[in-house]
């Protein structure tokens, strides 16, 4: 069963950086791209990015300027980090399995973290 | 970007009874819509891709329709363990890809 787990600091002071980690278990982060996912308080999900093994990146065009997602191989994890952040950067961050190369939904999602940004 | 609208934002419904969630495009985006529950605390679900292709484990008793712009989740037959919110997701146009603001259905 493929399980993602999401992990980090719940915390994050406002400009500083956020970074974030999704330990997937269950399958090889090779077979697959990988995208993170947020959802403010009280409003709608919000796509981030993705990453594929290749090296392959795409962004959100909204945060494109700050984010960087990135992959481990050796951890089977990849991550996410977000630079220069305020406060509406506050939400719940998932991380979830793009179902294919051509079929850009997310077959599968983890719980999610919460993070705060707040001084 | 692609905007998704969904209504209504709440829909209340007995049990046994049928929920009919709307999901709209801005612009056009052929069959390439995916629908997911939400259950506090939980990670979303994915339920259908494709409008109307059903997930692993996913009940008959949903099911999606529609193409184009207007798209429309279905659930028959309600059941309490259905209480959730629902999200769209648009995966034709982008980036970014983009969701609804999402559904909630309660059971009354």
């Known amino acids: 069963q493929v399980q993602l787990q999401e992990s980090g600091p719940g915390l994050v002071k406002p400009s500083e950086t956020l970074s974030l980690t999704c330990a997937v278990s269950?399958?090889?982060?090779?077979?697959?791209?990988w995208s993170w996912i947020r959802q403010p308080p009280g409003k709608t999900l919000e796509w981030i990015g993705f990453v594929h093994h290749s090296g392959s990146t795409n962004y959100s065009p909204s945060l494109k300027s700050r984010v960087t997602i990135s992959m481990d191989r050796s951890k089977n994890q990849f991550s996410l980090r977000l630079t220069s952040v305020t406060a509406a950067d506050t939400a719940m961050y998932y991380c979830?399995?793009?179902?294919?190369?051509?079929?850009?939904?997310?077959?599968?999602w983890g719980r999610g973290t919460l993070v705060t940004v707040s001084s | 970007e692609v905007v998704m609208t969904q209504s209504p934002a709440t829909l209340s419904v007995s049990p046994g009874e049928r929920a009919t969630l709307s999901c709209r495009a801005s612009?056009?985006?052929?069959?390439?819509l995916a629908w997911y529950q939400h259950k506090r605390g939980q990670a979303p679900r994915l339920l259908m891709s494709?409008?109307?292709a059903r997930a692993t484990g996913v009940p008959a008793r949903f099911s999606g329709s529609g193409s184009g712009t207007e798209f429309t989740l279905t659930i028959d037959s309600l059941q309490s363990e259905d209480s959730a919110v629902y999200y769209c997701?648009?995966?034709?146009?982008?980036?970014?890809?983009?969701f609804g603001g999402g559904t909630k259905v309660e059971i009354k």
């Open positions: 997701q648009q995966y034709d146009k982008w980036p970014p890809l983009t």
């Open positions: 269950g399958d090889s982060i090779n077979n697959y791209y």
């Open positions: 979830a399995r793009v179902a294919s190369s051509t079929l850009w939904y997310f077959a599968l």
């Open positions: 612009q056009n985006i052929n069959y390439n």
């Open positions: 494709g409008v109307s």
